[in-house]
């Protein structure tokens, strides 16, 4: 007996469905995902180009920090979310792999916090650790989005016929 063979689960009971939109914490989560991917991609730029070119190390290492804080960010109001909808701060059924990677997120961008607090790591280390947060990111960000579009489509339920097509 594989994954294929066994019922699959909804990704969210009605009651989930009703708490998920009613709760102010969705909105929160909807905000916050698009700004800490916009603060991503321009940090991207900047340690790249640190990287490369060996100039800008101070404003790529303020944009990790930014990132890291919007991670933060996201990280507690979307476990007070998923206390609200599932009623467990982290590791719901739902979203379990979603929070194992993002544990794994966290670790690495609190790690490049550390080192850069304590001095432990030089320039082209601190910023490849920061391309390893952002490469685990990637992946997190990746698994929202396809539980995002489940939902959506589990949401939509079946297709409802038109009115003429009703009548025929």
């Known amino acids: 007996m594989g994954p294929g063979d066994r019922p699959s689960r909804p990704l969210y009971t009605p009651a989930e ?17 698009p700004i800490q991917f916009l603060i991503f991609l ?10 490369a070119t060996g100039q800008g190390l ?34 719901a059924p739902a979203f379990f792999w979603e929070d194992v990677v993002s544990m794994l997120v966290l670790a690495l961008h609190t790690a490049y916090l550390a080192a850069l607090v304590t001095g432990a790591l030089g320039e082209q280390a601190l910023l490849i650790l920061a391309l390893a947060a952002y ?11 396809l539980k995002l579009r489940a939902a959506r489509l589990e949401g ?5 016929p038109h009115f003429a097509e009703a009548l025929s």
Not at 28 to 33: C, I, S
């Open 17 to 33: 469905r009703q708490r998920r939109d009613a709760s102010p914490w969705t909105l929160v989560q909807g905000v916050l995902a």
């Open 42 to 51: 321009v940090s991207l730029i900047l340690v790249l180009r640190a990287l």
């Open 58 to 91: 101070l404003a790529a290492q303020a944009s990790v920090v930014a990132k890291t804080l919007a991670l933060y960010a996201i990280m507690v109001t979307g476990s007070i979310w998923e206390k609200a909808v599932f009623g467990r701060w982290l590791f």
């Open 135 to 145: 490469a685990t990111y990637v992946v997190n960000a990746g698994q929202f989005l």
């Open 156 to 160: 939509a339920g079946p297709r409802q």
